[in-house]
């Protein structure tokens, strides 16, 4: 190690310590622990143009344990990245600050994904390689790799003992990612103390088991050592790899390094001090860094800009031997066309005889397919009865990473994390599928995919008691609550083809955020009334025939067609009652006042809403004087028409409620 190199190290160690200590709030273990391996990672062997953090085809790097933010926001400040000042790195963990306590995707330039929860970033990791590998196989040329990157996460023991990795690793060693480095930050260390009282495995055995490449680094400080353990990984084309890098938690502080307290607590002002004292630190003021740091981390950056320059250079000849190929490139990159689709009779056709919403999206599915090629995703073990199997479309294996029919294995929480990976990796639309009762599997994953903003299409089948004999631990009830209850995350439950067109349409064409789309087991009827105004979330699918009708009815997905029966059986009582069939809560919350009024008049106070789900959130729209129709319990085993009657989702039943109030 160079004099200029272990200063280099140390200016990360430092300004994390002072931030830290500023905020009095923080993690400053990891970051003196590893900031050698962070450095010569990027300083020695990563891709990236710190002059452009969107660059194409830079290596992504991904801090899992996010906990340790202050080792990634120093790498940010000192090689220039996003313009992030010394002031933003004062402001750790203020509000509004572009330094906050976990990293941020899109809050703050260079930061590729939100991490906060351990093992997430890990199986992210694994989603970005696989998007690598898939648009690789697609694009590249003997003679010009225009996709051609690695994927690094760095993580610690919490991430190692978090489950989500395993699946995800297990997952990538099946698919032989070999452009997956995993450096694996080895302190011994937990919040509670020594890991031995909860983790005594040998990691390194566990991974050879998955299918990588295993390196151990002996001395976390020694960067020599740990360049050549990268050059090793990147040298395996067969396999993932994983380097554990033996570190010292909380390194260089005489009083914390090797203990519990340098997990996650300030070091203290005497101990921050001790710290520049004991590294040999040339600087006495707090965040202060010699110019000679700053200017090697500068030379390095602006050698680092000229993996983009050639690259460009490389691309521009691509385009010009290659014009097919641009013009994909730039529907991959920028979107698809879909108004020819989307306008078309043939997408918006009314079904003509029942048939399961799960069934209808895997028709509409593969509809989109054929104009929306670069659309990849799949089940986790479920395709079949998902009906997310893509025709003509391939499986994306070790063999053949062209395919787009992905295959997670019984891995719900890596499988929703990886399609997170796919999303922010760029040029691919991602969907992820499985039954809705298994959709707890997925929530952690799903509540960062609302937190990045990611367009992400979940599929939820098996919406409801209508799941019938498997019993009441398949049947959802209270999950369609909790995705409704998460900001950010927009849900649609159709009843019908039209609805589940409109479902597909705003998931992959108009959404800015996750959508999750909850589709029933069972057959449905097609509705005379179904429209393409599910796109607005609630609206009214069979009308009273008064200007102000004698009470509304409000329903979703399978209980919309129960709600129109039971209006036609109100009818010969002379009661005249509006069906609004509400596909998404959160697309009729966010309608004009106006159109809300004119959907659910507030004069009409007699309503009762029908779902086969918890009433949790129903209330909001009928009201105190109102009822809802809907599930107290877990559920039953038997066939679902019979589940549906015992339960009172009936004509009957529903007529009653009406007529009560």
Request: proline letters at 5%; hydrophobic letters at 40%; one cysteine or more.
């Amino acid at each position: 190690m160079t004099n200029i190199d272990e200063m280099s190290v140390n200016a990360i160690r430092v300004l994390s310590a002072d931030a830290i200590q500023k905020a009095n709030s923080g993690h400053p273990g990891l970051p003196l622990g590893a900031a050698p391996a962070a450095y010569e990672l990027w300083a020695k062997h990563m891709n990236y143009n710190p002059a452009d953090p969107g660059w194409v085809n830079r290596d992504r790097f991904i801090l899992s344990g996010g906990h340790g933010s202050m080792l990634l926001y120093s790498l940010l400040h000192l090689f220039g990245v996003g313009n992030l000042s010394l002031d933003d790195v004062k402001n750790f963990r203020q509000l509004g600050s572009l330094t906050p306590g976990h990293p941020e995707y899109g809050h703050t330039i260079g930061i590729e994904a939100t991490t906060g929860p351990l093992g997430q970033g890990m199986a992210m990791a694994v989603g970005m390689a696989m998007a690598e590998a898939h648009l690789s196989s697609l694009f590249n040329k003997e003679g010009y790799p225009v996709v051609d990157h690695y994927t690094y996460v760095l993580g610690g023991d919490g991430c190692m003992m978090e489950g989500i990795s395993s699946e995800a690793f297990s997952l990538a060693g099946t698919l032989g990612l070999s452009k997956l480095i995993v450096l694996y930050d080895s302190n011994n260390i937990s919040i509670e103390g020594s890991t031995d009282i909860a983790f005594t495995e040998d990691v390194m055995k566990r991974f050879e088991a998955f299918g990588f490449q295993t390196i151990e680094v002996k001395d976390g400080n020694n960067l020599e050592e740990i360049g050549r353990a990268i050059e090793a990984a990147k040298a395996d084309k067969e396999r993932p790899s994983l380097i554990k890098v033996n570190t010292l938690i909380g390194f260089g502080c005489p009083a914390k390094q090797g203990k519990a307290s340098a997990h996650g607590e300030p070091l203290g002002v005497d101990n921050v001090a001790a710290l520049k004292e004991n590294i040999d630190w040339p600087c006495k003021d707090d965040f202060e860094v010699p110019e000679e740091v700053y200017d090697n981390y500068r030379n390095i950056g602006k050698e680092k800009a000229k993996a983009e320059e050639e690259w460009n250079a490389m691309f521009a000849k691509y385009c010009e031997k290659y014009p097919d190929m641009k013009k994909l490139w730039d529907n991959y990159f920028n979107g698809f066309d879909m108004s020819e689709l989307f306008n078309s009779e043939e997408y918006w056709a009314k079904g003509d005889k029942p048939e399961a919403t799960r069934s209808t999206s895997g028709t509409i599915l593969n509809m989109i397919k054929k104009s929306m090629p670069n659309l990849i995703g799949g089940s986790a073990d479920l395709a079949p009865s998902n009906k997310t199997n893509m025709k003509d479309a391939g499986d994306f294996s070790k063999d053949n990473y062209a395919g787009t029919n992905l295959h997670f294995g019984v891995r719900e929480q890596a499988m929703a994390a990886i399609g997170n990976g796919i999303v922010l990796h760029g040029g691919l639309k991602a969907f992820v599928a499985t039954f809705f009762v298994f959709s707890d599997y997925t929530k952690p994953m799903a509540r960062l995919s609302s937190l990045m903003k990611l367009p992400l299409t979940y599929i939820f089948t098996h919406d409801s008691i209508g799941v019938g004999e498997d019993g009441p631990t398949h049947e959802p009830v209270e999950q369609l609550a909790a995705f409704r209850s998460m900001p950010g995350f927009t849900v649609f439950r159709p009843c019908d083809r039209v609805e589940t067109a409109a479902a597909w349409m705003y998931a992959v064409d108009k959404a800015q955020e996750p959508t999750g789309l909850v589709l029933t087991r069972q057959n449905l009827p097609q509705i005379p009334g179904s429209s393409k105004d599910a796109l607005k979330g609630g609206y009214i699918i069979d009308d009273s025939d008064k200007q102000i009708p004698d009470a509304i009815i409000i329903a979703s997905g399978s209980e919309v067609s129960l709600a129109v029966d039971a209006k036609a059986e109100l009818a010969k009582d002379g009661i005249d009652v509006r069906v609004v069939s509400m596909p998404s809560m959160e697309l009729f919350d966010i309608q004009s006042a106006e159109y809300k009024e004119s959907v659910l008049p507030k004069e009409v106070r007699k309503r009762v809403a029908v779902e086969a789900l918890s009433d949790f959130g129903w209330y909001k729209y009928v009201g105190l004087d109102g009822k809802v129709v809907a599930m107290e319990g877990f559920g039953a085993s038997g066939p679902a028409g019979e589940l549906f009657k015992k339960f009172g989702f009936t004509v009957e039943n529903v007529v009653e409620a009406v007529k009560s109030l």
